[in-house]
């Protein structure tokens, strides 16, 4: 295990070494503009540093937590909810457009909540569009009543 281990973590490391000397061009053509520009381009350098090292990070961390095995099920658990958020995030405003109706109070978009429990409370409140119902029924025969199962209560 021990040379697993190892194997992974150099992995790891020469993945992100790839991913900073890929990010220093972006980095030197990007710092002119910060001392001529008032505009702050730093959000901009770190999410595509953030996104080039999740790229091959992210699949070698799966590997190895795969090959470890040990509580692999509550891993993908895990693995599932933070996707979810992290869509949640990602496709707020598309689901809003297309899985809600315009008068909803629950919107999708907000930072720690899930696609499940937007949808659950939408549900709940008869808000969804057929976009969205149809949706959260799929999501149903994957898991009966996932999306009310899912509500958290503010």
Request: hydrophobic share 50%; proline share 2%; glycine share 6%.
């Amino acid at each position: 295990m021990k040379i697993v281990k190892f194997i992974f973590t150099a992995s790891a490391l020469l993945w992100l070494l790839i991913t900073i000397l890929t990010m220093m061009p972006f980095a030197i053509l990007l710092l002119p503009t910060l001392f001529i520009s008032k505009k702050h381009y730093t959000e901009w350098i770190l999410f595509l540093f953030a996104l080039i090292c999740s790229l091959g990070i992210y699949p070698i961390c799966f590997v190895y937590a795969a090959i470890k095995w040990n509580g692999f099920l509550s891993y993908l658990r895990k693995l599932s909810l933070s996707i979810d958020i992290g869509g949640n995030m990602v496709g707020g405003a598309l689901l809003n457009d297309n899985f809600i109706i315009s008068s909803s109070t629950n919107q999708f978009g907000i930072i720690r909540e899930t696609i499940s429990d937007n949808l659950g409370e939408n549900e709940r409140d008869n808000t969804l569009t057929v976009s969205g119902k149809r949706f959260t029924n799929l999501l149903g025969v994957i898991d009966f009543d996932h999306a009310k199962k899912s509500i958290i209560e503010d």
